[in-house]
C-alpha cells in the first residue's frame, strides 16, 4: 500500500476532562485492555463449570447426583477429635469427600471411611486436591481400632447437618458420600449403600471434576 499525504483538515478537538486537564487517547483503549485481561483470567473458571455442568455429551451419565441449587458451607460450630473447635467453612479451599455418622461408626460407616481412602488414592497425583471428611453427629466415642484408618482424615463433631445436607427420599445422611467443591459448595451426593461398582463410577465422577477444575484449583489451602 503506498504511503497517503497527510490532509491538514482537523476532524475532532482534543476533550477536556473536569479540571480543563486534556484527555490521554489511550486511557478508554487502557480500560479495555484491563477489561479483557480480566475476562482472560476469569475464562478458566467459567468454562470449567460450564464445560461440567452444561455440556454434557450424549451417553454420558454421572453416577453421583448433582445439587441443584448448590449448597454453601454453613457456619456450624465443630469440635476436633483433639478438642480444638472451627466452623464449618474453614474447610473451604479443597474439595471434600464427606461421610456423615455416629461416632460408634457402624458397618456401613466403616465401608464409607474405605472407600474415602480408596477413592483420594485411586486420583494418583491429583490425590492431594481432596481432602476426607467425616462429621460425627453424637457425642459416642471414636472406636480406637479406626484410629489408624483416619490418619490424614479431618474428623468433627457437628450437629444441626440438616440445614445443609440432605439424603435421597427414603435414605439417611449416613448413607451417602457427599462432594463439596473448593469454594464450599455441596455439589454432588453418591448413591446410597455404594458398593465396589459404584465406586469405580464415584472415581469416574471425581476424575471429572479434578479435570474440569484443574485450570484454577491448587492443592491446599
Request: net charge positive; glycine share 8%.
Amino acid at each position: 500500500m503506498q504511503d497517503q499525504p497527510l490532509g491538514l483538515t482537523v476532524h475532532a478537538m482534543p476533550q477536556f476532562d473536569s479540571d480543563g486537564a486534556a484527555q490521554v487517547p489511550g486511557t478508554r483503549a487502557g480500560r479495555w485492555k484491563m477489561l479483557a485481561v480480566l475476562l482472560v483470567c476469569a475464562a478458566p473458571v467459567i468454562a470449567s463449570y460450564f464445560a461440567y455442568y452444561v455440556i454434557r455429551p450424549e451417553g454420558r451419565r454421572n453416577y453421583g447426583e448433582l445439587m441443584d441449587p448448590q449448597r454453601p458451607l454453613p457456619a456450624l460450630a465443630a469440635v476436633a477429635l483433639d478438642g480444638s473447635r472451627i466452623e464449618l467453612p474453614a474447610l473451604k479451599g479443597q474439595w471434600l469427600l464427606v461421610s456423615v455418622a455416629g461416632g460408634a461408626c457402624s458397618a456401613t460407616c466403616r465401608q464409607h471411611l474405605y472407600f474415602q481412602r480408596q477413592l483420594r488414592e485411586s486420583l494418583g497425583r491429583e490425590k492431594d486436591r481432596l481432602d476426607r471428611v467425616w462429621l460425627v453427629t453424637d457425642e459416642e466415642a471414636v472406636p480406637d481400632t479406626l484410629k489408624t484408618a483416619l490418619q490424614g482424615a479431618t474428623v468433627l463433631r457437628v450437629s444441626g447437618l440438616d440445614q445443609w445436607l440432605q439424603a435421597a427420599p427414603g435414605q439417611r445422611l449416613a448413607d451417602h458420600l457427599f462432594v463439596v467443591d473448593p469454594g464450599g459448595n455441596w455439589m454432588m451426593r453418591f448413591p446410597a449403600n455404594m458398593d465396589a461398582d459404584g465406586a469405580a463410577k464415584a472415581k469416574r465422577d471425581l476424575e471429572r471434576l479434578l479435570r474440569a477444575s484443574s485450570a484454577w484449583d491448587r492443592a491446599g489451602r
